[in-house]
């Protein structure tokens, strides 16, 4: 993503979901013990959403995304499946973090505006720090440099 970036100077925004796995619906009967001090004898719980903690809740919450993604318009790369395409606008997925680039800037905040409209998100901006590494951008050279420096 970052290398079509600096090859055809698109834009680089980045946005993460806030509290992500909490989005999803169980799609199967999942039954909780409440924990001390809400307890009544005999009694469970039975989840309607996703918890943290819950094995199944990265693969709700993707689904989740998935189909959002695709009421926006987006496809689904067949060789990436993290990767989403609309025109011109791509969207990088890692969790709840997302990558989001194109040459359109208003094309990217009609996307940050579709995602801030169904998920709470952070809206971080052009993108200077993404999964530990640093982004330093000079624009009018063409250039990405991507470091770790913080690691060093």
């Known amino acids: ?11 680089v925004h980045q946005m993460d979901v806030k509290t992500a ?9 999942i039954y909780v013990e409440l924990p001390p001090g809400y307890k009544i004898n005999g009694k469970v719980c039975k989840l309607k ?20 993604l695709a009421s926006f318009g987006f496809e689904q790369c067949l060789y990436d499946t993290a990767v989403f395409k609309k025109d011109n606008t791509f969207i990088l997925v890692y969790v709840d973090d997302l990558l989001i680039a194109g040459p359109d800037i208003k094309q990217i905040e009609d996307v940050k505006k579709s995602l801030s409209d169904r ?11 993404f999964l530990g590494i640093g982004i330093e951008r000079d624009r009018s050279k063409g250039l990405i440099k991507l470091t770790q420096k913080a690691h060093m």
Do not use: S
């Open 1 to 11: 993503m970052f290398a079509l970036a600096a090859k055809y100077d698109w834009h």
């Open 119 to 129: 998920f709470k998100m952070k809206d971080i901006g052009e993108c200077k720090f």
């Open 49 to 68: 959403k996703a918890l943290y903690g819950l094995k199944q809740a990265p693969r709700i919450w993707y689904k989740t995304l998935i189909d959002a």
């Open 21 to 29: 796995f909490l989005y999803g619906n169980i799609d199967e009967v």
